[in-house]
């Protein structure tokens, strides 16, 4: 009984999860004109190096938003990070810090953190019975 109860409460949150992550995401990133936002990247060269899906020099954008889902203040956490530049965390190569206006910016993360992957509840792990 006690197994049966941990899997229906098990697939339940899942479904719950997965409802919430393809549901709730925040405003901000569902409502940015990819157009514009990629018109902006180009401009600031962040497709000089990055693309939507697949790595090229750095990691994909789809990459990069599934990474941030979930995450707390994603947004400017990612600002903060494109700001600044880095090394090491998607690899060896190293990210310049990058020169763009606030405005364009928080669009160009907005955009890039919309471009997650929908999860699906047949995505969505759940515990197999015993």
Do not use: F
């Amino acid at each position: 009984m006690k197994t049966n109860r941990c899997y229906c409460i098990t697939l339940i949150r899942n479904y719950l999860l997965a409802l919430g992550l393809t549901v709730l995401l925040p405003a901000a990133h569902a409502q940015v004109n990819a157009d514009a936002a990629k018109t902006l990247a180009t401009k600031h060269l962040c497709l000089a190096c990055h693309q939507l899906e697949g790595k090229l020099v750095g990691p994909a954008y789809r990459d990069v938003a599934n990474k941030y889902r979930g995450v707390p203040d994603a947004q400017a956490k990612l600002i903060a990070k494109i700001k600044k530049g880095g090394q090491g965390v998607w690899g060896q190569v190293p990210m310049p810090p990058m020169y763009v206006p606030d405005e364009n910016l928080k669009t160009i993360v907005a955009w890039i953190l919309g471009s997650a992957a929908p999860v699906t509840v047949a995505s969505a792990p759940v515990v197999a019975k015993k």
